[in-house]
């Protein structure tokens, strides 16, 4: 007898489940809660609001879907936290929206079981998230923010967006920036820009083959992003390393360093972190963010092993690799020169100036916050710090004119108050159910009291804190300053 086969997964792309309502059509009144911006972080908070009854929440995005890092989804990159740091799972393990669900939904639970991962491939988590943000009526693609201004007849913010019908204005009491970071590219090297020739890592696999077909190739920047370049194109040469690209890798950081992986270590990633970074004075918050850099610009141990690898296997039989590393450098000029490049660089630890020719460059020059333009109508009623930073208490709310009644929260635009777990998704879910709370005005999700094993301030005699996995979560805010 022949079984029938079973019904095939679920789609790669999800299409959108239809809502009721449009929460942003004219007769929606105003929401609890706008996100703007859908990157993981704010897609995190759309679907842990997605189980709280009675919340009306809308989140916007202008990208036609959603999309992660589209420039650097390598095959065999992996993501460099555990699966378990999802969108959900830190938060809320029974939420349907967490990746073991998502692989159970695509009939993959056994395969990735056996396989025996704890950091799964970066392009499968890109397609989680597409899956999530497929299936989620709250999110809005298509949909580019144009204005954020406060309306003090509704007392509440208008959010105006575009997207198909033209453009809307809907009114809510709490907006949520989600608008993530952007490429960073060094004051020297701006002027060079060209797509395919001189361009940030970001946009590397869109260009890929043509960096692959260059003569020489270097590649700017000392983190993960630069090393995964620098092993690609490695990888793209001949077996035997004399065809494809000459790769030189400069870096201003005096070593390539591995990132800091110890499991103490990585408690610089927990809520007690945060809290006790939050009650720094703002100077020792800044220098201490630089002197971390290990922590969230270091490179995976294991990639700098396949460079190695790859490195020591054109040395067979008497050969040379087609490489050079090149640390404590940095670039203080850059020029045409011919149909490539000159840089100008000075050896940090030296002193000493030198130049390269160079055909092509990659910049692994990492991303930085910056201030989104439909910011500005309300630019004047938020309190900035002095170096034009948002100023963020501890549940990620933005201080704002005392005649400002909504509130407008953040999320990874606040490692000058949060610290270096600001735009590590090890903390986007429990983020999240921060802010959640506090939009809510009550625990809708229970957090956790303690999350670490290091006391990070002054030590105690006997401390009265629970250890981790005791005890539940005070009411956030209560750290608040």
Same mark, same amino acid.
């Given at each position: ?30 929401? *609890? ?13 759309? %679907? ?37 740091? *999802? ?63 406060? *309306? ?51 946009d590397y696999l869109a260009h890929r083959d043509a960096l692959a077909a260059a003569d020489d190739v270097t590649v700017v920047g000392a983190g993960q992003s630069g090393a995964e370049v620098v092993l690609d194109l490695l990888r793209r040469q001949d077996g035997d390393g004399r065809g494809g690209p000459y790769v030189r890798w400069l870096a201003r950081t005096a070593a390539f360093a591995p ?73 203080? %000029? ?98 999240? %159910? ?48």
């Amino acid at each position: 007898m022949t079984l029938p086969r079973p019904a095939p997964a679920a789609d790669a792309v999800p299409r959108p489940a239809p809502a009721v309502s449009r929460p942003d059509g004219p007769d929606a009144g105003v929401l *609890d809660l706008v996100g703007v911006g859908i990157g993981p972080f704010n897609l995190s908070l759309a %679907a842990l609001a997605d189980a709280v009854p009675g919340l009306r929440a809308l989140f916007l995005d202008a990208k036609p879907a959603f999309s992660w890092h589209p420039g650097l989804l390598l095959e065999g990159t992996t993501l460099q936290v555990p699966f378990l740091a *999802d969108l959900v799972t830190l938060a809320d393990p029974t939420s349907r929206w967490s990746y073991l669900n998502y692989l159970r939904a695509h009939d993959r639970l056994f395969p990735f079981f056996f396989s025996e991962r704890f950091h799964v491939p970066r392009r499968e988590y890109d397609h989680y998230c597409r899956w999530v943000a497929g299936h989620l009526p709250s999110c809005r693609f298509d949909a580019p923010v144009t204005a954020l201004e406060w *309306d003090d007849a509704a007392g509440a913010f208008a959010v105006v967006h575009g997207g198909a019908g033209g453009p809307r204005r809907v009114l809510a009491r709490r907006v949520v920036l989600g608008v993530g970071t952007r490429p960073v590219v060094p004051g020297p090297l701006r002027h060079l820009l060209e797509p395919g020739r001189v361009l940030h890592s970001a946009d590397y696999l869109a260009h890929r083959d043509a960096l692959a077909a260059a003569d020489d190739v270097t590649v700017v920047g000392a983190g993960q992003s630069g090393a995964e370049v620098v092993l690609d194109l490695l990888r793209r040469q001949d077996g035997d390393g004399r065809g494809g690209p000459y790769v030189r890798w400069l870096a201003r950081t005096a070593a390539f360093a591995p990132m800091e992986y110890s499991k103490i270590g990585l408690e610089h990633f927990t809520p007690d972190y945060v809290g006790w970074f939050r009650r720094l004075p703002g100077e020792v918050r800044d220098r201490m963010v630089r002197e971390q850099w290990q922590l969230y610009k270091g490179v995976s141990g294991d990639t700098l092993g396949a460079i190695h690898d790859e490195l020591y296997e054109r040395t067979v039989g008497g050969g040379a690799p087609r490489a050079a590393l090149h640390p404590a450098t940095e670039v203080t %000029a850059a020029e045409r020169d011919g149909d490539g490049y000159r840089l100008t660089c000075r050896h940090t630890r030296q002193d000493a100036e030198s130049a390269v020719r160079t055909g092509r460059i990659v910049l692994a020059t990492g991303y930085a916050a910056v201030r989104p333009p439909f910011l500005e109508p309300v630019a004047h009623l938020v309190d900035w710090d002095g170096q034009g930073r948002y100023r963020v208490d501890g549940d990620y709310q933005v201080a704002l004119d005392p005649r400002v009644t909504g509130t407008l929260f953040v999320q990874n635009a606040e490692m000058h108050t949060h610290g270096v777990g600001a735009p590590d998704l090890t903390l986007g879910a429990w983020r999240a %159910a921060v802010i959640l709370n506090a939009a809510a005005g009550r625990t809708v999700l229970r957090l956790p009291a303690r999350t670490a094993w290091t006391t990070f301030g002054v030590p105690e005699d006997r401390p009265a804190a629970a250890a981790p996995g005791g005890g539940e979560q005070r009411m956030h805010g209560a750290d608040r300053r």
